[in-house]
């Protein structure tokens, strides 16, 4: 399995909250991507990182924010959590920018 | 942007059937297309991809088609087997230039196989 690792794996906070989710890679990839994943929606991209400090917005960006200062980190901020946040987030890496990609085991992130 | 229809939602087989799962896209110029495989609790894995410029792709009981000029593809599962029900995910892509490998993913398909 690639080294991919999410934390934190489960994640219960309150609407207004802020909420940092944190993607960890051992294998020193230059593509790194946040997806979330809600019912009948498949998987949707939020954010991708193409090297440290580049990032650029996905299909659905509004009310997320990314970080990536180092190339083993990628970070997804939600600055004030709604409960339409509340989902699966999915971190994957990808060595190349057409090749596979592969993904950690994801957060489960509940907003009450 | 890229929009990817998936069919059926669920599919329910007996084991040793065949299943298959269609997808169309909507962006002519989208030149690769993976197939993710889900399991419970767990991050997609890829199971096959196809590029544009092959019509056709196998790997053991696994096939992938393509059909470019309707923008469609599927995925042929053969002679199914109880660890193969998982959910089943396809997605498309523009690679090279600056693209950067974003992909856009179909709804899934929930694929039970009966022993």
Redesign the interface.
Known sequence: DAGITQSPRHKVTETGTPVTLRCHQTENHR?M?W?RQDP??????IH?S?GVKDT?K??VSDGYSVSRSKTEDFLLTLESATSSQTSVY?C?I?E???????????TRLTVL | GENVEQHPSTLSVQEGDSAVIKCTYSDSASNYFPWYKQELGKGPQLIIDIRSNVGEKKDQRIAVTLNKTAKHFSLHITETQPEDSAVYFCAASLTGGTSCGKLTFGQGTILTVHP
Not at chain 1, 40 to 45: A, E, K, S, T, V
Request: no cysteine; net charge negative; charged share 20%.
């Open positions: 593509y991507y997806y009948g929606h498949g998987l949707r991209l991708y193409y650029d996905g299909e999915f994957a990808s190349y920018a057409d090749n596979e990609q592969f993904f950690g085991p994801g």
